[in-house]
């Protein structure tokens, strides 16, 4: 390896550590989230605990443990306990007064069902007297599987698959989800009223849509039972899924079935949401790092999304441009951006789309001379693996090649974790305590 790629890889991986360390779950609830003089400050809104006999807090999302740590640490002792639910292998410490469940994502599992069913008899116990916190991050959706009757788990978990394979983005899937759910789209705010319920709300989706964050369990919903109807023949999915699930969606597209709470609901009267962390936060700091290490840096979006294949190849034009013509940015040169795009799953072979996208783009740049393309998840998984993403470089395909590589071969299957892992070109950072979507760090000296 060229001691010019080797330093580039350094100042990525720093580069994109410098935008984790800016979005942490915990720093970021503890700057939206404080106590001082009987007086809990979230956002800026501010609450007497004195008019509350119990606080709860309620967390669920892949940051969801370092969310609550932080937030539990701030209440103290006048917490009187609650549940939190993450993915298996990011409960990172136990969380005193609470209890802490693993579960599974993307698709769910039998523990999420049951701690879904806690929290929903927990949220039936509140009254106007009580305080609940609510900790949300990316994965929420799946990690809270609270299907309607007669809609079942494994009806759900179907659904949510081929939702997945048919490339639906975050937001058709949580407009079906929403809809098979007792808890999505505002209902947990509506099983909590009359309590009092502030929401920390970290960001893994385009544009901070507080409607799609988790699926909303405490945001007014705009989508309708019809929207998820058109999400399945969007798709072509109506004779795929289960017939419980079609059946239930029409039913409620007739009226038959109560829609999801809509803004101007009195159960949102007492409910106040606060973004603590997003992506744009995290390219800022990616930025700054940059900055220090000599680059000139340029966020293009942080709201990047679509076919992965697409925006990697947008991506590695503008890098090639930016090294042959200076435009948008002189080298050295720091292209970042943010959001999260979706694979259109065709193959069946290992990787995430933070990997596919390091790879289309590895074939887009490939002999470009002092070009890297590192493309990583800030929650640390990427896909079904252990990876956060993949690093290419324009001597990626040849490295590849002499090991018995081929690219293509490797995209088409949709099996781009082996081919980064024979080159030594994953990105791993196990979990990372946030989930704010995606980076793209694109690197030239």
């Known amino acids: 390896m060229k001691a010019t790629e080797r330093q580039l890889r350094r100042d990525a991986v720093a580069i994109f550590r410098a935008g984790l360390a800016s979005v942490h779950a915990g720093n970021a609830v503890r700057s939206h989230f404080s106590l001082r003089s009987g007086t809990l400050t979230v956002g800026n809104r501010r609450f007497r605990l004195d008019e509350f006999d119990r606080i709860f807090l309620i967390g669920a999302g892949k940051a969801a443990t370092a969310m609550c740590a932080a937030a539990a640490g701030v209440i103290g002792r006048r917490l009187t306990g609650g549940i939190v639910v993450t993915k298996h292998g990011h409960a990172a410490e136990s969380i005193p007064g609470l209890d802490v469940v693993e579960a599974g994502h993307p698709i769910p599992d039998e523990p999420g069902l049951a701690a879904a069913n806690a929290i929903t008899s927990l949220l039936r116990e509140l009254n106007a007297r009580d305080l609940l916190v609510v900790a949300v991050s990316g994965g929420a959706s799946a990690l809270l599987p609270s299907p309607k009757p007669p809609v079942t788990l494994a009806a759900k978990q179907k659904t949510t698959g081929l939702l997945l394979r048919a490339g639906a983005d975050i937001g058709e899937i949580n407009a079906v989800r929403k809809h098979l759910s007792l808890l999505k789209g505002g209902q947990l705010a509506s099983l909590a009223y009359p309590a009092t319920v502030v929401s920390l709300l970290l960001s893994d989706v385009i544009g901070d849509v507080l409607e799609t964050i988790g699926s909303g369990l405490t945001a007014p919903d705009k989508s309708t039972f019809a929207d998820a ?99 948008p940015v002189p080298p050295p040169a720091c292209i970042l951006s943010g959001g999260e795009t979706t694979v259109s799953i065709k193959g069946n072979g ?34 079904p693996t252990d990876a956060a993403g993949a690093i290419a470089t324009g001597d990626t395909i040849k490295q590849a090649l002499a090991k018995g590589l081929h690219a293509r071969s490797h995209l088409n299957n949709n099996d781009s974790y082996p081919f980064f892992d024979v080159i030594d070109s994953l990105v791993k950072t196990g979990p990372t305590g946030t989930n704010v979507m995606d980076l793209h760090v694109l690197l030239t000296r």
């Open 350 to 383: 290992k990787g995430g789309r933070n990997q596919e996208f390091a790879l289309a783009a590895a074939i887009e740049i490939a002999g470009l001379e002092n070009a890297l393309v590192l493309s990583a998840g800030t929650d640390g998984t990427d896909g």
């Open 229 to 327: 109807l058109g999400v399945l023949q969007k798709y072509s999915l109506e004779k795929r899924v289960p017939a419980t699930v079609l059946r239930h969606l029409q039913l409620g597209a007739k009226g038959k079935i109560a829609e999801t709470p809509k803004e101007g609901d009195p159960v949102f009267k007492k409910v106040h949401n606060v973004v603590v962390a997003s992506n744009r936060l995290a390219l800022q700091a990616a930025a700054v790092e940059a900055k220090r290490l000599g680059y000139r840096p340029l966020i293009l979006s942080s709201t990047i999304g679509g076919e992965t294949r697409e925006a990697a190849d947008m991506h590695a034009q503008i890098l090639r441009e930016a090294i042959s013509s200076g435009n």
